[in-house]
């Protein structure tokens, strides 16, 4: 008698967070965006580095500056009708400075993080 190897349940994990938060920070700039995974596609996008937001910031690379990204793009996120984003934070990055600023300000106000 032969035993059939148990059934693996569905990858549906894609589809539970198809929204994906994922920030780079340099010396210089912070940059913010947020992927469908499963198009690969830039669903939206801010950087301290685009020319309009350059002159309200102080400093383009502090924890301010890092706010004010996750502010923008809270409220382009909510303007493309997106209401809910999973965070990917890479090996080095912790829930701490400006990843924590990025994050709490996209968090404030309809946004919700899975």
Known sequence: MVIPPPAKPPRI????????????????FVSAQVIHSLT??????ASSQE??????????????AAAKIGKILRERLLLKGIPAVA????????????VKAVIDSVREVGVKLL
Do not use: W
């Open 40 to 45: 690969a596609t830039v669903a939206s996008s």
């Open 13 to 28: 994990i894609n589809f539970l967070k198809p929204y994906v938060l994922k920030m780079h920070f340099t010396n210089k």
């Open 51 to 64: 020319k309009a937001l350059r002159p309200s910031m102080d400093s383009t690379c502090d924890v301010a």
């Open 87 to 98: 965070i990917h934070l890479k090996r080095e990055q912790k829930y701490h400075g400006k």
